[in-house]
C-alpha cells in the first residue's frame, strides 16, 4: 500500500485510515431509490464522513439537491456534478453502479452509525497526530499543549454529539416539554436546591450552564458561605444525589473538611486546636461524617487550571453520570491555560473558560472571588460590584452575583451572630436584594432563620 499523508500533521502512515466504503455505497445507493431518506442521513453526517473523495463529491451533491427541493437521481446529480465533477467520481458508470442492485429499504440508521463511526476514529488520530507533532517540536508550553490537546478533543465530542441543525421549532417544542416536566414534579425551584432557603426562593437555585460569583472582603466568610452551599445542595430535599466537586486552591483539603465537619456537627473548631475535644464532640464529628460519606463530592486541591478543571469533572463524570454543581475557591488563585501576562486578563481568561466549562458539563458553577478592602470610613460597607478585584470580566461574566456581609465584623460590640446575604446581580431574578441568616462563629457556619414557606 502506498504512504498516506496525515492532513495537518507531519506524520505519513503505510496504512489506510478507518473506513466504511460499503456502508457508503449503500447509503447514497438506498437515497437515490428513496430521497426521502436522505433526512435521516444528513442529521447525523457530514461530507467529511465519507472516506471517498468520489462519494463524497457525490453526497454533497445530493445535499445541495436537496436544499432546492429537487429530486435525487443519477441523471440529476452527473448534471448538478457537472461533467469534470462526474469524471473526478469515477463516471456515470460509478453512479449508475451505487444505484444498481441496490435493495430499498425503510432506514439506513445502522449504515449511517458505521460511516459515522469511522469518521470519528480517522477525527481522533487526526487529531493525535497532532499532538504528537506539537509535544516533539518542543516550541509550545507543555501546559498549552496540555490545554490546546484536551480543547481538540473537546471539540471532536462538542460536534460529534450533536444531531444536526436545531430549528426553533424543534428548540420550542422541547422547551415546552422541559417545562411540562418541571411543572408535572411539583418542585418549587427550577435549579439545583442550595439548602439556604431565601436564596432559593429569590434564585430558584443553582442554575445548570449558570456562573454564580460568590464574593466577600477577606475573613467575611467566603469560604464558610461557599462549603455550607457544598453542604445545602448535599442536603436540599430538591436534590436526589447529587454530584459535585469543590476546587480548593487557598486551603488544603483538611481545612475544608474541618469547616464541613465541625460546622455540619456544630462543635467548635478551637477545642481541637487546643486539644479539647470530648467524647461527645468526636460522636458528632463521626455522625457529621456517616453523613458525608453519603454524597458524591470530591474534594481537589491540586488543580488550578482549567484543562485541570476539565480533567477532573471528565472523570467524575465518567463515574457518576452527571455533573451537578462544581465550586473554585477562589478564582484569584488559579493559573490559566496559556501565557498571559497581565493579572486582569488572566482573571478575564480563567472567568470566561470556567463560564465554558458549566455549559460544557451542563451544570452550575459556583466560582469564589474577592473584593477589594474597603475603607475604614465608608458607609455600611456593603459588597457593591464595581468592588470586585482585578478584571471586570467577573462581573460581565456571571450571571448571577451574591455575598454574604457581617456588620459585627466591623464593630465587636455589636450581636456577632448577625449576617445577610445580598444579590447583587442577577440576569432573571430579583437583584439589589438582601436576607437575614445566622453566623455561628465558632463553628464558621451559616445558619437559615427560618424554614421557607
Known amino acids: 500500500m502506498s504512504v498516506l499523508r496525515i492532513a495537518g500533521t507531519n506524520t505519513s502512515l503505510d496504512r489506510a485510515l478507518p473506513h466504511a466504503l460499503d456502508a457508503e455505497r449503500m447509503i447514497i445507493g438506498v437515497i437515490l431509490l428513496d430521497n426521502t431518506l436522505l433526512a435521516e442521513a444528513a442529521a447525523k453526517l457530514r461530507p467529511e464522513d465519507f472516506y471517498s473523495d468520489s462519494n463524497k463529491a457525490i453526497w454533497s451533491a445530493m445535499t445541495r439537491l436537496a436544499a432546492r427541493r429537487s429530486g435525487i437521481d443519477p441523471l440529476l446529480l452527473a448534471a448538478e456534478l457537472g461533467a469534470e465533477g462526474v469524471e473526478r467520481v469515477g463516471g456515470l458508470a460509478y453512479i449508475s453502479s451505487l444505484y444498481d442492485g441496490t435493495p430499498r429499504l425503510s432506514s439506513i440508521e445502522n449504515y449511517v452509525q458505521l460511516v459515522r463511526r469511522a469518521g470519528i476514529r480517522r477525527d481522533l488520530i487526526r487529531a493525535s497526530f497532532q499532538i504528537a ?39 420550542g417544542w422541547t422547551r415546552l416539554q422541559q417545562i411540562e416536566d418541571f411543572q408535572a414534579s411539583g418542585r418549587a425551584i427550577l435549579g439545583v436546591g442550595t439548602g439556604i432557603h431565601d436564596l432559593d426562593r429569590l434564585t430558584g437555585g443553582l442554575i445548570r450552564g449558570d456562573q454564580h460569583l460568590l464574593c466577600a472582603r477577606p475573613s467575611m466568610g467566603k469560604t464558610a458561605l461557599g462549603v455550607r452551599v457544598l453542604d445545602g445542595v448535599a442536603t436540599s430535599k430538591y436534590n436526589q444525589e447529587p454530584v459535585q466537586a469543590f476546587f480548593t486552591m487557598e486551603m488544603r483539603t483538611a481545612q475544608i473538611m474541618d469547616r464541613w465537619l465541625f460546622g455540619k456537627a456544630r462543635v467548635d473548631q478551637m477545642r481541637l486546636r487546643t486539644n479539647r475535644l470530648t467524647a461527645d464532640d468526636y460522636r458528632k464529628l463521626q455522625t457529621a461524617q456517616q453523613q458525608i460519606d453519603t454524597y458524591k463530592t470530591v474534594i481537589d486541591e491540586t488543580s488550578r487550571k482549567p484543562s485541570e478543571i476539565r480533567s477532573v469533572l471528565r472523570r467524575m463524570k465518567r463515574e457518576f453520570g452527571r455533573i451537578d454543581v462544581f465550586y473554585v475557591d477562589h478564582i484569584g488563585k488559579g493559573k490559566p491555560d496559556t501565557s498571559i501576562s497581565e493579572r486582569r486578563h488572566q482573571i478575564g481568561a480563567l472567568s470566561a473558560e470556567l463560564k465554558e466549562i458549566a455549559k460544557e458539563f451542563d451544570c452550575a458553577g459556583v466560582i469564589l472571588t474577592q473584593l477589594n478592602r474597603v475603607s475604614p470610613g465608608s458607609g455600611d460597607k456593603k459588597p457593591e460590584l464595581h468592588q470586585l478585584s482585578e478584571s471586570g470580566n467577573l462581573e460581565q461574566d456571571a450571571d448571577m452575583v451574591f455575598y454574604p456581609h457581617r456588620p459585627g465584623y466591623y464593630s465587636p460590640e455589636s450581636d456577632q451572630t448577625q449576617a445577610e446575604i445580598g444579590i447583587l446581580k442577577q440576569r432573571n431574578g430579583p437583584a439589589g436584594v438582601t436576607f437575614p441568616m445566622r453566623w455561628e462563629p465558632q463553628f464558621s457556619w451559616f445558619d437559615n432563620l427560618a424554614e421557607m414557606e
Not at 480543547?151 to 424543534?170: K, M, N, P, V
Open 133 to 171: 507533532d506539537e509535544a516533539y517540536e518542543g516550541e509550545t508550553e507543555a501546559e498549552e499543549i496540555l490545554a490546546v490537546s484536551n480543547r481538540r478533543l473537546a471539540d471532536i465530542d462538542a460536534h460529534r454529539s450533536g444531531e444536526g441543525l436545531l430549528t426553533a421549532s424543534e428548540a
